[in-house]
């Protein structure tokens, strides 16, 4: 049930505030089952300020593929440390801060760029990102970002990590528009599309909705880590907590079931999750199949389990069809893999607002002598992930044989 309980005994106000806590009964029901331990989130996102007085010990090195020289564990932004708080934060003292879904769980930070950057090069750290997220032990990724499109070396990215059995969580988007279709990643086959949800249980009116909707979670007047000082606080509204709550239930689940694959912990979080309170049949194009439920994700269920491995998101069709730019270029090596093949069929703002600034010439100018450029590096990045890995910018490398906290 989307069930209440009493705060906690002694709570300072931000721990008392995080009501979806309270709602799940984290406490109780959840975390004597599991805390996320041994399995590593990567959160893609604007970096993860890991000083936080709520975060320390919880954020592993990464990497930034924003142009700075960072391994992810700087954020300007603060997006992405508020992110990170809700799957893996674990407070301060007692009782008192953020504390996370999966407090157990470690962050691998993976920044990109964010607000004003130019959407091709945006497309470029995401396909880095995930690529560099599965080699180096993330068991699941969370994408509380949007684009209208995702093009090639995105897709590929994608596909090479569901191939690698990681849980990919990504929000449908902010838009609440009955013409703005669910945002990608979240609509490409094989990605857990998230929703919001109010404390009642009601979906967010601007939670971006389509038929790619997987699961609803709690995304409005939801308290988080800020990056602005150790000690900052903010309260969010969107569907970029959501997907960090849907997340932390993967880790939860993956950590309880290590044997499981990346499609039966997706199949769990599906069949365990609680059905629209008005009544509204599964699959819903708002709430998908219902919001999250961890500790019924958690609970024995031995018919899932004994069910297909497989990706249960990959005969997903996408709404919006193949975006434009998005097949597969044409290449000059004979033996790197073909690019994802983009499926057709029927139908956000995430948490981080991707836009592209209209500066007349000057901006067509910047993408004409980015663009030859990026198809050098699509074509290095498939002869790379011929041989099994992604290319990494100087000092990253290739990931350990067993990577820490796997």
């Known amino acids: 049930m989307w069930g209440t309980a009493a705060a906690p005994a002694a709570a300072d106000q931000i721990r008392d505030a995080q009501w979806p806590l309270k709602k799940y009964q984290a406490e109780a029901k959840i975390w004597p089952i599991s805390q996320g331990d041994g399995i590593v989130v990567a959160v893609v996102d604007s970096g993860v300020k890991d000083d936080h007085q709520d975060l320390t010990g919880q954020v592993l090195p990464g990497a930034d593929f924003s142009g700075g020289k960072t391994d992810g564990r700087v954020d300007t932004n603060g997006h992405g440390t508020g992110m990170a708080s809700l799957i893996a934060g674990v407070g301060h003292g007692s009782q008192a801060g953020i504390e996370g879904l999966a407090p157990k769980a470690k962050i691998l930070p993976v920044k990109i760029r964010s607000d004003g950057e130019s959407p091709e090069l945006q497309q470029s750290d995401i396909a880095l990102a995930i ?9 699941v990724i969370n994408m509380s970002v949007g684009f209208a499109r995702l093009d090639a070396q995105a897709r590929s990215a994608i596909s090479y990590a569901v191939s690698k059995d990681v849980v990919l969580v990504a929000a449908t988007g902010n838009s609440g528009d009955k013409a703005t279709p669910v945002e990608y990643p979240a609509a490409f086959p094989g990605v857990v599309a998230v929703a919001a949800v109010d404390e009642q249980g009601k979906v967010w ?3 971006t ?9 709690p995304g409005v007047e939801v308290y988080h880590a800020a990056a602005k ?8 509204q969107g569907t970029s907590g959501a997907t960090a709550y849907v997340s932390a239930t993967a880790a939860l689940i993956r950590s309880k079931y290590p044997a499981l694959s990346a499609g039966q912990v997706i199949n769990r979080m599906i069949k365990s999750a609680t059905p629209p309170a008005d009544g509204s049949a599964v699959p819903d194009a708002h709430y998908g199949y219902g919001i999250v439920d961890p500790a019924k994700a958690l609970a024995p269920n031995a018919a899932v389990d004994g069910g297909p491995t497989a990706n249960p998101l990959l005969g997903r069709a996408e709404s919006q069809g193949a975006p434009p730019g998005s097949a597969a270029e044409p290449t000059d090596d004979a033996s790197a893999p073909p690019m994802a093949a983009p499926v057709a069929g ?5 948490g981080i607002t991707y836009t592209l600034l209209g500066a007349g010439g000057l ?11 990026l198809a050098v590096r699509a074509r290095k990045r498939r002869r790379a992930a011929a041989a099994g890995a992604y290319p990494y910018p100087p000092g990253y490398g290739p990931p350990p044989q067993q990577p820490p906290y796997r």
Do not use: M, Q, R, W
Not at 131 to 137: I, N, Q, R, S
Not at 229 to 236: H, K, M, P, R, W
């Open 363 to 373: 901006l067509v100018l910047v993408v004409a002598g980015v663009g030859a450029g």
């Open 346 to 350: 029927e139908g956000g703002n995430a």
């Open 229 to 236: 000082s150790t000690s900052a606080y903010g309260i969010g």
């Open 209 to 217: 909705f389509g038929p790619e909707t997987t699961l609803a979670a």
């Open 205 to 207: 009116e601007k939670s």
């Open 131 to 139: 690529g560099f997220a599965v080699d180096h032990g993330a068991k």
